[in-house]
């Protein structure tokens, strides 16, 4: 390299979140997605919220424990811990590499889930997770849409026991839908809304689709 040369520069990686009620099928859209993506060749890494690094999964340990009694504006917060660490930990460095990055759940999930499920209300709950998380916006969100009585039979469908936000009622998951369409209303420009209850590979064929501009 000449003295005095500039390295070039490396394009910045994508943020793709996936977000929806559980059992509406992000976990499974995000492995195919994960595979299509490195097919085309482009440098993917698949992360889940809350979690991703050490400190953030233990956190998720917390929060999912059915036994542990925590508070609604706890809750929100150490969602908001988590999320921070994994932004400064992970979500940074590999963006700023040119890595992207599927992420199951970020900040949408809280401010449906806490902001609107639990009425903590979404600006409050928001305002928490700007400063964790440094305003880092995703470039693209896929809001996977499932009736409320199909993603509650697929949540207690699973091999594993339901972890506390699965075990409320209904009209705790009606609020958290209501919250995710007010979310996709305000932000057409970054969500894209996808029919999960069709089958997983028309599901897929959806999502890349509204990741074509981006790709």
Do not use: C
């Amino acid at each position: 390299m000449l003295v005095g040369s500039k390295r070039p520069t490396v394009p910045r990686g994508k943020l793709i979140t996936i977000e929806g009620l559980d059992g509406a099928g992000k976990t499974t859209l995000a492995k195919s997605l994960l595979g299509e993506l490195n097919a085309r060749g482009i440098d993917a890494r698949l992360l889940r919220e809350p979690g991703g690094v050490e400190a953030a999964e233990r956190i998720r340990e917390l929060v999912k424990n059915p036994t542990v009694r925590i508070g609604e504006r706890a809750e929100a917060l150490l969602y908001a811990a988590a999320r921070a660490q994994l932004v400064d930990e992970a979500l940074e460095p590999l963006l700023e590499s040119g890595t992207w990055v599927l992420l199951d759940r970020f900040l949408d999930s809280s401010l449906a889930y806490q902001g609107g499920g639990r009425g903590l209300g979404i600006e409050a709950v928001r305002d928490i997770n700007e400063f964790g998380t440094g305003g880092l916006t995703p470039d693209r969100t896929l809001l996977l849409r499932v009736e409320g009585d199909v993603s509650r039979t697929r949540s207690r469908a699973r091999a594993e026991a339901l972890d506390r936000l699965e075990r409320e009622e209904d009209h705790f998951f009606t609020r958290v839908a209501n919250a995710y369409e007010q979310l996709a209303a305000a932000e057409p420009q970054r969500f894209r809304a996808i029919d999960a209850m069709q089958p997983p590979d028309r599901v897929l064929a959806d999502a890349l689709r509204a990741l074509a501009d981006l790709v």
